[in-house]
């Protein structure tokens, strides 16, 4: 069963501190070739798959700062083949970084600014965090994942569309929070847990909201 529960886009924001924005790595040896992409991608696994289906409502954002600094988007209102093997996953990625580094390509659909849109529907673009939050509308509400900030269940949310920023496996430094800027910071809990894992807290915490 696919799911649909809300309406409002939720777009997360995932900062691969280490994560590569060259394809050059080893699909066999993911973790150890990649900076950690590993993490990013369990990330869009998290972000935008549930049991049989895609949250039609989500995009994801891999903002990769392991030179060169490039932003990975998956937008689950469009893309195709999405499934949840990592490696398959990966590969998605991989190809978007390939299709980056060619001038001309059959695969790229059109230009969103500095995305260039496959025709599977995920979209890169060079540079940072700036040029991920810049591509997304100021009406789309910022939150922060931070253990250290207050519970996420005592939070207003609102009904207005999410973006959701939260940081790899060493966690958001002081550049990635000053782009952020204004933002509601929520807690998920007293544990720190694993990015991926971040996510569908959240997930679960904004699903059972909807109904
Ligand atoms: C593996 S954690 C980062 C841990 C890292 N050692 C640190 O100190 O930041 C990955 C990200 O998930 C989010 N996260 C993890 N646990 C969280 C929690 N309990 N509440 C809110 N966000 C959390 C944060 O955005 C964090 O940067």
């Known amino acids: 069963m696919s799911s649909t529960l809300a309406t409002r886009l939720r777009r997360f924001v995932v900062v691969g501190r280490t ?6 790595f080893s699909l066999v040896d993911l973790a ?16 935008l798959l549930v049991s049989h289906g895609v949250r039609r409502d989500v995009i994801v954002y891999l903002v990769l700062l392991g030179a060169p600094a490039r932003v990975v988007r998956i937008d689950g209102r469009v893309s195709e083949w999405l499934r949840p093997e ?5 590969l998605i990625v991989q190809r978007a ?4 580094e060619r001038a001309r390509s059959p695969v790229i659909d059109h230009e969103d600014g500095p ?13 940072g965090l700036e040029v991920a939050l810049a591509s997304i509308p100021a009406s789309s509400r910022r939150v922060l994942l931070d253990e250290d900030a207050p ?9 207005d569309d999410l ?5 790899d496996h060493l966690g958001l430094d002081d550049a990635a929070r000053a782009h952020v800027g204004h933002a509601l910071a929520v807690s998920l809990g ?15 915490e904004l699903d059972r909201r909807a109904v």
């Open 32 to 47: 150890g070739t990649s900076g950690r992409l590993d993490v990013l991608v369990r990330c869009v696994r998290a972000a």
């Open 19 to 24: 994560a590569t924005g060259s394809p050059d």
């Open 190 to 204: 007293p544990t720190s847990v694993l990015a991926e894992d971040a996510i569908a807290l959240m997930h679960n």
């Open 86 to 90: 990592e490696r398959r996953l990966a």
């Open 163 to 167: 973006t959701i920023v939260l940081g």
């Open 115 to 127: 995305f260039l849109v496959l025709r599977n529907g995920v979209a890169v673009a060079n540079g």
């Open 151 to 159: 519970d996420v269940r005592d939070a207003s949310l609102g009904d």
């Open 97 to 100: 970084l390939e299709e980056r």
